[in-house]
């Protein structure tokens, strides 16, 4: 049963190129959340997601960053002519059903490293 | 006032002991409350999980939840050196939208000493 998969694991963009992250929730999963973690500070929601609908984007950014999880194919963070503070790990979880109470299940995370 | 707020430590405790980590929460509608574990430049791990008062046991974890104190804590018994970690508590359901995005605290760092 595989778990929350994320790639690319380490991604390393200079300052004003676009990085795109991709998740893939567990097998009958079908909520998507993104959160960022800072260097030395902690977990901060960005965006709650269902198949083809944002749920919940209160966590993010109003400028360069968008999300998105297609009918088909894996959920994407988009980040725009990104900037050193945008330097992060990126993690995406899933839940199985309403994201009310259920569980989330985090993936091994996007290092993000902007020069 | 933070959300969710935890010591930051370091807690130090010495293999055996029973480790106790404590958050409270700001919101009285929260309604489900969640301990993750996060090793050094991984990724969190979920440890456990309570939504009603009292008492949650797995194996060596002990959740406590206590409502009308806005107070969840976890305790380690017979702490071992690969339980140090820091320890994630975050609570869902804060605010007017429940939407299941997970408030985190900072965490709290634990050292179990050999």
């Known amino acids: 049963n595989a778990g929350v998969m994320q790639n690319p694991r380490h991604l390393v963009r200079r300052r004003g190129q676009e990085a795109r992250l991709r998740c893939s929730p567990m097998?009958?999963?079908?909520?998507v959340y993104w959160y960022r973690q800072l260097p030395e500070e902690g977990l901060k929601f960005m965006v709650y997601?269902?198949?083809?609908?944002?749920?919940?984007e209160s966590g993010m950014p109003k400028e360069r960053f968008s999300a998105e999880f297609p009918k088909e194919g894996p959920s994407i963070l988009r980040i725009q002519q990104v900037v050193r503070g945008d330097s992060a790990a990126y993690f995406c979880?899933?839940?199985?059903?309403?994201?009310?109470?259920?569980?989330?299940?985090f993936g091994p995370g996007t290092r993000l490293t902007v020069l | 006032q933070k959300e969710v707020e935890q010591n930051s430590g370091p807690l130090s405790v010495p293999e055996g002991a029973i480790a106790s980590l404590n958050c409270t929460y700001s919101?009285?509608?929260?309604?489900?409350f969640f301990w993750y574990r996060q090793y050094s430049g991984k990724s969190p791990e979920l440890i456990m999980f309570?939504?009603?008062?009292g008492d949650k046991e797995d194996g060596r974890f002990t959740a406590q939840l206590n409502k009308a104190s806005q107070y969840v804590s976890l305790l380690i018994r017979d702490s071992q050196p690969s339980d140090s970690a820091t320890y994630l508590c975050?609570?869902?359901?804060?605010?007017?939208?429940?939407?299941?995005?997970?408030?985190f605290g900072q965490g709290t760092t634990l050292q179990v000493k050999p």
């Open positions: 979880a899933s839940s199985p059903a309403l994201g009310g109470t259920d569980t989330q299940y």
């Open positions: 097998k009958g999963h079908s909520h």
């Open positions: 997601l269902q198949k083809e609908n944002i749920i919940d």
């Open positions: 919101d009285r509608g929260s309604q489900s």
């Open positions: 309570i939504y009603s008062n």
């Open positions: 975050a609570v869902n359901g804060v605010g007017s939208s429940n939407t299941g995005k997970l408030i």
